[in-house]
Nanobody, 122 residues
Framework: QVQLVDSGGGLVQAGGSLRLSCAASGRTFSSYAMGWFRQAPGKEREFVAA????????YYADSVKGRFTISRDNAKNTVALQMNSLKSVDTAVYYC???????????????WGQGTQVTVSS
């Protein structure tokens, strides 16, 4: 079992940057694929980025490609999402998740963090 704690959200101006972090407990972290999802008010949760167990493969939603970077440190049991050139449409609660495969669907993931709020002001 894995427990996930998201952090790093906040208020930032459009064009700015934020780095989200997700800390995982458990000795099997390196065996999980990790993903980031987000949910804006009144909208469904959507895929943002994913990374395989080794960090050798990454996947992004078209809306964030070229602006966001997902990475992981298996020695520290952490996964990060570096967000640059933020836009107001990026405003949402961001969730990290752990699963068997780096999929784009919520049901690809078994464990979820509590979420961290990102607000981008225009």
């Amino acid at each position: 079992q894995v427990q996930l704690v998201d952090s790093g959200g906040g208020l930032v101006q459009a064009g700015g940057s934020l780095r989200l972090s997700c800390a995982a407990s458990g000795r099997t972290f390196s065996s999980y694929a990790m993903g980031w999802f987000r949910q804006a008010p009144g909208k469904e949760r959507e895929f943002v980025a994913a990374i395989n167990w080794s960090g050798g493969s990454t996947y992004y939603a078209d809306s964030v490609k070229g602006r966001f970077t997902i990475s992981r440190d298996n020695a520290k049991n952490t996964v990060a999402l570096q967000m640059n050139s933020l836009k107001s449409v990026d405003t949402a609660v961001y969730y990290c998740a752990a699963g068997s495969l780096p999929g784009r669907r919520q049901y690809d993931y078994h464990y979820w963090g509590q979420g961290t709020q990102v607000t981008v002001s225009s």
